[in-house]
């Protein structure tokens, strides 16, 4: 548990990842009406930001968003909403290791059924779905999960 609060607290908080988005704006690149930033000033923006968000700004992540830029620059949506991917992918980790009840670093079955079980209110897709067709919804999606990241039935995902 001590580790997974430790992940939330590292979480970029909302003030945090709009404060990026206004010190990409402020540091864009000319031309500036394309939005972009070359990355000399990509740098000076990592030298502003928390610490927190620092680890988003590496030369690989800088390379893997270019696009031949005639300026060598990147555009700064593309670089916040791979920014915002990453909360999300570490915000959903989080998540699924709450039910992780024995604690050893996978879900089995049962830890599986009662993620989806509270995950369908949330989902809009699933909006029209009556109650009573929850544990055959849940049943369906646990068994499609467990064949395919699971092709060896070991009972673990």
Known sequence: QRSLQEKSAALLENEELQKLLDLLEDNL???????MINFEDYLKVKDQVSPKCK???????????????????????????YVMRKVWLQQSRIGLSLY?????????E????????????????????????????VCT?????FFF?????????
């Open 100 to 108: 992780d009840i024995s604690g050893l670093g996978y879900l089995r």
């Open 141 to 145: 999606a646990v068994r499609k999960f």
């Open 55 to 81: 680890d988003y700004f590496s030369a690989i992540t800088f390379s893997k968003l270019y696009k031949k830029d005639p300026h060598g620059r990147i555009a700064i949506v593309e670089f916040f909403h």
């Open 29 to 35: 690149s000319p031309p500036v009406e394309d939005r």
């Open 110 to 137: 049962a830890d599986l059924e009662n993620y989806i079980l509270e995950m369908i209110p949330t989902l809009p897709q699933l909006d029209g779905l009556e109650k009573s067709f929850y544990s055959f919804y």
């Open 149 to 157: 990241l699971d092709p060896l039935r070991t009972g673990k995902n």
